[in-house]
């Protein structure tokens, strides 16, 4: 479709919208929604749930793959990309509990952030939780010049990777993949790579492999770019008790992948959390990410602890609290993106300093203290473990700044 069709489309659509003549995309488009290109079917869609979350609906994006079945991921790309746009109006935005499994993380991080009351969490969600299932296969890729893309198949399928156009899995920014690279051979449940005498090989899991049975959340290296494999076996909705969630959780070896975001060297760690240096791709800012410690298997408190978290810091804005930027769950963990913070060592600095000059730069730095903390009261917040190594110290137009954060046990 040109473009000026496709602005057309948007331009008209956004109008009859305001006006009332249309309440979502299949109305406005008819017999032609099976017909548009994925670009024009995305921005529409985005639109719509711009329109619905401004006019203060919840969107759900389980409810919005289940209208567009065959456009899954193009749906995935609009909702994601709209809840980071609508940063203020996040709250609104429902992930989908099948993707982001285990559900009842999902359900207890939902209850807790405030994002929907339980009861009509349960009212959206009922519907697709009890269907059943069928058995599926998503390509992710994690990593490299194109992370972020996904394909789903329901359907069996013979999916090319390569940099050729002629690939449906296509990398044509990855210098190291072949041509014609690798192929995926599906027939849901079951997936099957089978590399195509590519220069630097198909790798599962780091092992150089000609063909390989996948299984889920195995790794597919192609060039630099790393594809996660998920598999949903099928099945019919059901609930799931905490024991069972952890016993699917599998500790991360290496530096955890959260989509958005590259994920850096480890900066600290506590309790419940490990906190890496991150940035986020899409505006080169340096962002630190939490997670659950990723050398062991969590419990229950730890789980609740770091969604407790979550939902106190979401709701926090002011200069002197860490802001929280970003939080969600990716393969059954949690994760909270924070500003990143150049912190320096205060101790040191003021022991540099004069005893009349000592005093009067730490009670600036406590009035500062202070003005975060009245925010937080005025949110009926209160931290409850105010200490040096929760106040992160750092230069700011050249002087000393303060910001607090771990409002863990608020």
């Given at each position: 479709m040109p473009a000026a069709n496709s602005q057309q489309y948007c331009h008209t659509f956004t109008a009859a919208l305001a006006a009332g003549r249309v309440s979502n995309v299949e109305e406005f488009l008819g017999d032609d929604v099976q017909k548009i290109d994925d670009t024009t079917f995305e921005q529409l869609l985005s639109i719509e749930i711009e329109h619905r979350v401004n006019n203060g609906e919840f969107i759900s994006e389980a409810a919005l793959s289940h209208r567009f079945p065959q456009r899954r991921s193009v749906v995935s790309?609009?909702?994601?990309?709209?809840?980071?746009?609508?940063?203020?109006?996040?709250?609104?935005?429902?992930?989908?509990?099948?993707?982001?499994?285990?559900?009842?993380?999902?359900?207890?991080?939902?209850?807790?952030?405030?994002?929907?009351?339980?009861?009509?969490?349960?009212?959206?969600?009922?519907?697709?939780?009890?269907?059943?299932?069928?058995?599926?296969?998503?390509l992710r890729i994690v990593k490299g010049p194109h992370a972020g893309r996904e394909l789903c198949f329901s359907e069996s399928a013979?999916?090319?990777?390569?940099?050729?156009?002629?690939?449906?899995?296509?990398?044509?920014?990855?210098?190291?993949?072949?041509?014609?690279?690798?192929?995926?051979?599906?027939?849901?449940?079951q997936c099957t790579v089978v590399d195509l005498k590519s220069t630097n090989g198909t790798l599962v899991n780091g092992r150089r492999m000609e063909r390989a049975k996948l299984k889920d959340s195995d790794t597919v290296q192609v060039g630099t770019s790393k594809i996660r494999i998920h598999i949903q076996q099928g099945r019919e909705g059901s609930s799931q008790n905490l024991n069972a969630v952890l016993d699917t959780y599998h500790p991360m070896q290496d530096t955890p992948q959260i989509p958005g975001y590259e994920v850096m060297e480890q900066i600290g760690n506590g309790r419940f959390g490990v906190v890496y240096r991150g940035r986020q791709i899409r505006t080169g800012r340096d962002v630190a990410v939490k997670l659950l410690s990723s050398t062991a298997v969590p419990d229950q408190e730890e789980i609740q602890q770091f969604i407790h978290e979550t939902s106190v810091s979401v709701k926090l804005r002011h200069p002197r609290i860490v802001e929280t930027l970003d939080f969600g769950i990716h393969e059954g963990m949690p994760y909270l993106v924070l500003e990143y913070i150049n912190t320096i060592n205060i101790r040191t600095?003021?022991?540099?300093?004069?005893?009349?000059?000592?005093?009067?730069?730490?009670?600036?730095?406590?009035?500062?203290?202070?003005?975060?903390?009245?925010?937080?009261?005025?949110?009926?917040?209160?931290?409850?473990?105010?200490?040096?190594s929760n106040l992160l110290f750092s230069h700011e137009n050249n002087r000393i700044s303060v910001k607090i954060s771990d409002f863990g046990l608020a």
């Open positions: 790309d609009a909702f994601s990309e709209s809840r980071t746009r609508m940063f203020e109006q996040r709250s609104q935005f429902i992930p989908d509990p099948k993707k982001t499994s285990p559900e009842l993380i999902l359900d207890m991080f939902y209850q807790s952030t405030n994002v929907i009351s339980p009861d009509n969490y349960l009212k959206l969600s009922t519907d697709l939780e009890t269907e059943t299932l069928p058995p599926e296969v998503r013979s999916v090319l990777v390569g940099r050729g156009d002629d690939a449906r899995l296509a990398l044509p920014k990855d210098p190291r993949c072949s041509r014609l690279h690798c192929r995926f051979e599906i027939v849901p449940p600095l003021l022991e540099q300093q004069s005893l009349r000059t000592r005093c009067l730069e730490s009670a600036r730095l406590m009035a500062m203290v202070l003005e975060g903390l009245a925010c937080a009261h005025e949110m009926e917040i209160v931290h409850r473990d105010i200490k040096v």
